[in-house]
């Protein structure tokens, strides 16, 4: 599932994530705050296994989970646990970096994680095997699309579609890269519908600034827009 895309937009950053789900999966709970681990997070909960795959908190980590890591791979039966619900544990972690450094994810499904934590941007990744980890420019737009649904033909299209947009516009707006996700693939956007019964169900967006987190969430099944304020704390976490 998902396209995930990073922009920088003077001082804030924007995050957006399209959901490409399954139509059979349950719909997902619209985002609010929840408290975990003595941390305020917001986050929309996936309806099935209670996990997420966007969230963020009170301290300004962000983390954005994208189903694969390089390559696709052959789905098993009997994981031990949803990787929504390992974005829940590291989102709600006080050092993060730290947490997915030494979390045990033996017989968990491969993925992606896009982390932005105090103030830089990783790519960090589980292939079934090994941890994988990429400190990459804040400065520069990225795009992820998932291993499971996108050929490197597809990747390099989106890739494009985003270049396109942040470089040959004078002005680049949160909105603007919202329409980009939401406009159909057939036409140069993100959002797909496809024979396989794989689609865009959802689009997610947190845009950081020094003092809040703005989440905008549109379910395009139930054709639903929700938007959520998270404000942040000044002072960095510190060890209990």
């Known amino acids: 599932m998902c396209t995930v895309s990073f922009v920088r937009i003077e001082d804030t950053y924007v995050f957006t994530s399209n959901r490409d789900e399954h139509q059979s999966r349950p719909s997902a709970f619209l985002p609010i705050i929840e408290r975990k681990n003595s941390v305020n997070l917001l986050f929309p909960k996936d309806g099935e296994a209670g996990g997420t795959w966007f969230a963020s908190n009170e301290f300004g980590t962000v983390c954005v989970l994208l189903n694969g890591a390089f390559t696709n791979y052959t789905r098993k039966t009997g994981y031990k646990k949803s990787r929504g619900l390992i974005v829940l544990d590291i989102i709600s972690s006080r050092f993060p970096i730290t947490a997915i450094d030494t979390m045990d994810l033996t017989n968990i499904a491969p993925f992606t994680l896009v982390l932005f934590h105090e103030n830089e941007l990783y790519d960090m990744r589980w292939d079934g095997r090994g941890k994988h980890k990429k400190r990459l420019s804040k400065d520069i737009p990225h795009l992820w699309s998932s291993a499971t649904l996108y050929n490197l033909e597809e990747k390099h299209s ?64 139930e054709e639903v827009n929700h938007s959520e304020r998270l404000s942040l704390k000044k002072e960095k976490l510190q060890p209990l």
Not at 177 to 201: A, Q, S, W, Y
Not at 211 to 219: F, K, T
């Open 158 to 221: 989106r890739q494009f579609a985003l270049q396109n947009l942040t470089q040959n516009n004078d002005k680049v707006t949160p909105k603007g890269i919202f329409e980009l996700h939401k406009k159909d693939h057939n036409l140069g956007g993100f959002r797909i519908d496809r024979p396989t019964g794989h689609r865009t169900v959802s689009i997610s967006q947190a845009f950081l600034d020094n003092n809040q987190i703005v989440m905008n969430y549109s379910d395009l099944t």
